[in-house]
């Protein structure tokens, strides 16, 4: 059942039954609004920016954290870290998890200088109190926190190194520190994060020992690799690494399986499938759908479009040739409508030759409109809108066939049994004529209205 509002040249048509559809098409997870920015995370989520601060938004389109955070940093290990900005430091008001959950942080933590990553599933940060230690992506202490750091790394491969009485150490994600024996004059100073399973350690003489993390605690004395003592991003040695102190990390998660790409046409944006539009060309800019969802921009503002597979919406015209009488030609229009768009409200437009529109009457499952045919067979442009997004956009093609009625009987031409030449209606006869239009009981009979003789004498019996 069809419940409609007409205006002069929109329908809008609020549907209840889907009918019989094809193909593909895509809905709105999010309408276009004025962030400034929108970009998807992968796992289905995306993050979003307005008057310059950050928020996040999942799959079902619930904001999982406000638009009030300053940045949310790049993807390490999978994490993520959304941050706001205060006088003392970065707070870390949540995290990213590699599946695309967020974590909001319910106590207050800081991230530290050039330590703004989770790393080995834990993150180096200070509290409120600026004591150190390591949070989990729930933001729950794990190590620290106990005010015997002074300095602290994030960790590697079960390790970190820590500064404590002036010296560096190693500790593992108990807090327990490792026992180091060596055979050297010098004093322990210090050690870097673990790297395929070695530590490099120097004492305070300057030579170097490699701790085995498989064989506990026996330090070999070494040589560094080209003598180079930088440190990487997770402090461990460069020369062994061949890492630099740039993280290396990405914009997302992982990419996702990539769908359909944006078609450019006119200096305008759209998808097609199969050489078909799924959504015709109407956005500022598009993204490529990843796990089934795009960016787009439209005038107004950034929007994300969810993909829905096997489903298309289009109209449907008459099938065979219309049949009118006169100059109106009576034209009706259906809809097949996938599921997707089921319940929605949708703007429907037609369009002459001429960009002209026409106006609709609503019926059962369709509706109608009058044309004035110029030719056998013309075609009209169908528009099918719906929350700002347009859905379709093709032409349609009619057939029109002229008929005659016959002047005489209403009936078309086709369908008179004379093809609109009735026989010329006989002058009634006078009273005195030798044939006399009465009965048998004196009463004279009813005269056909078409060809004038009695009614027993009408070949037609007076319905020609």
Known sequence: ???????????????????????????????????????????????????????????SGEMVAACENSALTPFYEGKALLLQATPKGERVA??????????????????????????????SVSNEKGRLGYVDVAGQEVVGFDGRFDRIKPFSEGYAAVFRKKAYGLIDKNGT????????????YGGTNAYKGQVYVWDTDGQFYVYNTQRGGVCEKTKLPSGNRSFDYLYRLSSLTGQTRTLPTSPSLAEG???????????????????????PPQFLSATDFRDGYAVVRTSSGMGILRYVEGER???VGNSSPVKYYGSTAACQLSLSVPEAWVGKSLQVHLLDENGNPFQFKAHEQSFTFEVSPRRSQQS?????????????RGELSYRFDHRTRCSTCGRDVAECSYRGKHPVAQPKPSP????????????????CSTCGLPISRCKYQGVH
């Open 432 to 447: 005195s004529a030798a044939t006399p239009a009465s009965s048998s009981h004196g009463k004279r009979e009813k005269l």
């Open 1 to 59: 059942m069809l419940r409609c509002k007409i205006s002069k040249y929109i329908l809008l048509l609020a549907l209840s039954l889907p009918l019989p559809s094809v193909a593909q098409t895509a809905v709105w997870l999010m309408p276009p609004a004025s962030y400034s920015d929108c970009a998807y995370l992968g796992k289905g989520l995306f993050k979003l920016v307005k008057d310059g601060r950050v928020g996040l938004m999942n799959s």
């Open 177 to 188: 520190e490792v026992q180091f024996r060596f055979s050297t004059v010098g004093e322990l």
């Open 257 to 279: 399986v990539k769908g359909l790409s944006p078609v450019s046409t006119d200096g305008l944006l759209g998808y097609q499938a199969d050489g078909n539009d799924v959504l």
């Open 313 to 315: 919406l289009y109209p």
């Open 380 to 392: 009209f442009t169908a528009i099918v809108e719906s929350e700002g997004l347009v859905i379709y």
């Open 94 to 123: 949540g995290c990213i998890d590699e599946n695309g959950l967020y974590h909001r942080f319910a106590h207050t933590y800081f991230t530290l200088q050039g330590q703004a990553f989770f790393s080995d599933g834990l993150l």
